[in-house]
DNA sequence: AATGAATGAGTATTCATTCAT
DNA sequence: TATGAATGAATACTCATTCAT
């Protein structure tokens, strides 16, 4: 047995993880990532620190992507991925009045993309806008865009059936959605500074905030 | 004319170098560091950058500000200190309905404050919050919390008076001020990527907001 | 042969750029700093050349000590280890005239570390102990102790033994030692630049020194 | 009166400092220096520190020495040319004993020259023979060779009247010389830090070491 | 595929020196 | 003369990226 062979088998017996899964690797860096864009922002997260946290080498990373920079496109790719398209297919099928559809529509979306770590991803967007527009672009085509459409349908429902007053939809969906956004963008940012004495509880604020929607969408009663 | 009096004449121009402007230097640099920081985040940022932009040198920044750091911080302070405040007393004289002082407040919050480049600095403490975590403090006791006295402060008049319903306040509050907050963000992030086709009208938006939220607040009309 | 092929050839034999020799850098870095620490002082040594002169980039000098300071401290260190406790052992056993043990002491002391490239760290240490004074102490506790207990018990054999007068050992001590360390100055300092015609042969020199030495210690002749 | 008068006649009278002795500058700059460079070495002294402590802004430094390093040789130049020639006229009155001429000279050196400020530019120059080469010649051309000089008289005198044993005159005089060589090089460095538990007593310390030296150098009293 | 030692371009910061006033 | 604001070359240190193993 040639002497080569005997020293590329001693990481062999040692690293039994290794072997495993050489597909998962890219989700595991992608996962690394994400904790770390969103805690430290961008450019504070160094290559190795994710490399580390997913378990692998800083020389690993780079086999999977070519640079940080795609790094960065990739997590924000993938996490936005799951978000789209959520949602829609669930609210086709509600029968309700219009203002329970709207409440319920805020509740879920924070429930499954608020409340999650991949919510994170949207305070990164808005944070390297500027540095990153290709993904600000992609992220509003992706995301803000048929986000956008979904309460336009919402809204539009409720005033073909005669339950909310004519509003102005544009600016409507925006007055909709504003205060979900501004829950990403505070739980990533001030709540874990300053949690204490001025803690938002999201479901709470959601009610509040479709509570107050609905009552100023709706036509007011008849006598 | 000879060439040497063109290559002369441009210098004679563009250098009126080693200027002597101790006082206002620290303005100049301030004002340039918020534009880049602003537009590029804090870690894009090149010092140097800042030094060119104010028409001086690298070392003439680090004679004023000790540190990137310190730059930093005193872009925030500095352009936190025209907020805090302003706005308040000029809500004491209001004589009419709180529906209008509610709207009124917000439509001059953004004349005021987020119309101006120094809203850039709430986008930047958002963004670097994680970074900075003794700002993202200092812009909550500085900013948040006296802003969400003000609001409070009227909502309250609202119920006093027998206009508003007997709202939860903590959770309004914010419900008001989240869409304000929201456009801030909107202007330094997605909207210079991706103004085309779905422009926000902060005045409009905000009239649609204040008008929803009015609604919702109102007592419903006795019959 | 075409120019291309001179050009080739160079790299060829000049760059076996990239080894991996993790074991040997540090040893080969602190060989490179004592140099040019010795040779030029500690501001005076930029880390860059340290860095070439071991054969590595500047990085690499960085991934081994985490800064200038640390790299000077274990060049200290590192070679004070090797000066410590040598010597000692050695005198143990000797069992002739306290006389000849003394000279015999000195001898080896500038044979052992001396005349060595370690003994620069002394000039170092007495040059840089301002800037250092952690480093000052560590020398005072770990060279300067211990050897003044060294020569200490010598002359304290001496004088148990009849052989020398019964001096004050604190001033003696320091007398005995000042030569060597003016010495290590010399050697390290004036030497170089005023060397012809002023030559002091160490040797000779301490060989002097403690036939004088010892002729002031020994007790008088009795008639 | 035009209004250029005005202008100079404000700091006139509000800096009553300023214009007396002009020609008092370069030597307070001076002394200075020495202090900084003596406590913090060449290059860790900054020129605007040496400055203030003079009681001038930088500017004025280099309106008097055209660079730091041409203010360092000024310094090294301006103390060492008070040190020079200083004692050889008093030993020519000397009648008494070469052991108590010796022991005399000694004490005299320490009191003159060790005690005072002034050694620690033998200390400097010592730390920056490398660096200032040229300094280190002027030194030894101007302080060891005379100072050599001094002593090989002394020690020449013993032997011609019979008092001391024929040495070899070289390494004598060093080894006459070191200890006060070491004692400067001890309080300049080692002292301030470690002073505590280990202190040198100067003049014991000397007069040890003369004690040696003598006692060395005597011919044996003949029974 | 995986590693991690090595690289070097890039950046904040310092400080001797200049010069308009 | 004297000032001190301004300069920019110099330098320690970082970190994304490469590549020999």
């Known amino acids: ?50 490399a580390v946290r997913a378990g692998v080498s800083k020389g690993t990373l780079f086999l999977y992507f070519p640079s940080k920079e795609e790094l960065f496109k990739a997590v924000v790719r993938e996490n936005l991925a799951r978000t789209v398209t959520e949602g829609a297919s669930e609210l086709a099928s509600f029968a309700g009045p219009t203002g329970e559809m709207l409440t319920h529509l805020m509740q879920q979306w924070w429930a499954r993309y608020g409340a999650t770590k991949a919510s994170g991803i949207s305070k990164l967007i808005i944070s390297e806008a500027s540095n990153f527009p290709e993904l600000a672009r992609f992220y509003h085509d992706e995301v803000v865009t048929p986000g956008t459409e979904l309460v336009r349908r919402v809204l539009q ?32 940012s001030l709540a874990p500074c300053c949690g204490a004495g001025n803690t938002i509880d999201p479901e709470k604020f959601i009610a509040q905030h479709a509570d107050l929607m609905v009552r100023g969408l709706l036509k007011e009663k008849q006598p």
Chains 1, 2, 3, 4 share one sequence.
């Open 157 to 188: 429902r409720g005033i073909d059936r005669g339950e909310f007053r004519d509003v102005d939809l544009h600016y409507t969906i925006h007055a909709v959605m504003a205060p979900l956004i501004f829950l990403v963008m505070w739980k990533h």
């Open 1 to 50: 047995m040639p002497l080569s062979k005997l020293i590329n088998a001693i990481p062999a017996c040692a690293a039994p993880r290794r072997e495993r899964r050489k597909e998962a690797r890219p989700g595991e860096l992608l996962e690394a990532a994400l904790d770390l864009f969103v805690e430290k922002g961008y450019a504070a997260t160094r290559a190795e620190e994710v």
